[in-house]
Nanobody
């Protein structure tokens, strides 16, 4: 079992920044990949970013490249999503997820075994 708890969401103006955190517990954090997904109102959940077990390999959806950065601290068992230059279209509930079956970043939701409860990010125009 893996428990994931997100934090750091909130309300920010367009152009602003937020940093999301996801604290993991229950398994050896450094052995599995982590991802961030988001779900906007009325839309399906979508991939945002992922990092491999060491943090050396990352992947991003095109709409956030150059603005978001995923990173991890394997001592603190935490994965982060630094979000800069935020846009109203980034408004969504953001979820972190753990992929215990692969050490490399993957985009598919079905690759992830455990999910956090989500944190709301609202970007005002």
């Amino acid at each position: 079992q893996v428990q994931l708890v997100e934090s750091g969401g909130g309300l920010v103006q367009a152009g602003g920044s937020l940093r999301l955190s996801c604290a993991a517990s229950g398994r050896t954090f450094s052995r599995y990949a982590m991802g961030w997904f988001r779900q906007a109102p009325g839309k399906e959940r979508e991939f945002v970013a992922a990092t491999g077990w060491s943090g050396g390999r990352t992947d991003y959806t095109d709409s956030v490249k150059g603005r978001f950065t995923i990173s991890r601290d394997n001592v603190k068992n935490t994965v982060y999503l630094q979000m800069n230059s935020l846009k109203p279209e980034d408004t969504a509930v953001y979820y972190c997820a753990a992929d215990l079956t692969a050490g490399l970043p993957r985009r598919g939701e079905t690759s992830y075994n455990y999910w956090g409860q989500g944190t709301q990010v609202t970007v005002s125009s």
